[in-house]
T-cell receptor, first 111, second 112 residues
Framework: GENVEQHPSTLSVQEGDSAVIKCTYS??????FPWYKQELGKRPQLIID?????GEKKDQRIAVTLNKTAKHFSLHITETQPEDSAVYFC??????????FGPGTRLSVLP | NAGVTQTPKFQVLKTGQSMTLQCAQD?????MSWYRQDPGMGLRLIHY???????DQGEVPNGYNVSRSTTEDFPLRLLSAAPSQTSVYFC???????????FGQGTRLTVV
């Protein structure tokens, strides 16, 4: 089955700095890669996603890059703000039985 | 438009009891799924459905049953609760596989 690793598990940055979270996966058939944000006690919410035929996607301060050859994709948050503090999960979907989430990264943005 | 609604929000069960977690969506989504969330392990797929009458197992299906008699509802049944099933359960729906998943507010289940 699919194996998804996510690093780092915790990340602290100063407000205004950039944050990068990286995920690696094992199944080369996977072709959909979303990122979810979960605030404390809340439900996960999609923040950005990318498909296998695209190398990069941006939405304001958030971007995702995908390297299918190396089987990894990364979330980039620029100009971080305190409200970016949350747990971020990557996920990998091969459209089969496997829709696998990474273990999460707890991001803290320090004022 | 309520989105995805889960009930109950909290539940305590004794070992061996059975119960059903309810999930309903009003977005006419075909794809629905159930996850459990445990500390440090992300969300793990329990069961999923690609449409009414069709269900399939995910990564961790043992001890759980599902059915999908309507597009709107996707209940999760715990057959005989065990302490290992203590977790937070999320239901999610999307128009189809590979599109944005909308999550319910979660059910925090404790099995004693």
């Amino acid at each position: 089955g699919e194996n998804v690793e996510q690093h780092p598990s915790t990340l602290s940055v100063q407000e205004g700095d950039s944050a990068v979270i990286k995920c690696t996966y094992s199944d080369s058939a996977s072709n959909y890669f979303p990122w979810y944000k979960q605030e404390l006690g809340k439900r996960p919410q999609l923040i950005i996603d990318i498909r296998s035929n695209v190398g990069e996607k941006k939405d304001q301060r958030i971007a995702v890059t995908l390297n299918k050859t190396a089987k990894h994709f990364s979330l980039h948050i620029t100009e971080t703000q305190p409200e970016d503090s949350a747990v971020y999960f990557c996920a990998v979907d091969n459209y089969g039985q496997n829709f696998v989430f990474g273990p999460g990264t707890r991001l803290s943005v320090l004022p | 438009n309520a989105g995805v609604t889960q009930t109950p929000k909290f539940q305590v069960l004794k070992t061996g009891q059975s119960m059903t977690l309810q999930c309903a969506q009003d977005m006419n989504h075909e794809y629905m799924s159930w996850y459990r969330q445990d500390p440090g392990m992300g969300l793990r797929l329990i069961h999923y459905s690609v449409g009414a009458g069709i269900t399939d197992q995910g990564e961790v299906p043992n001890g759980y049953n599902v059915s999908r008699s309507t597009t709107e509802d996707f209940p999760l049944r715990l057959l005989s609760a065990a302490p290992s099933q203590t977790s937070v359960y999320f239901c999610a729906s999307s128009t189809q596989r590979g599109t944005e998943a909308f999550f319910g507010q979660g059910t925090r289940l404790t099995v004693v």
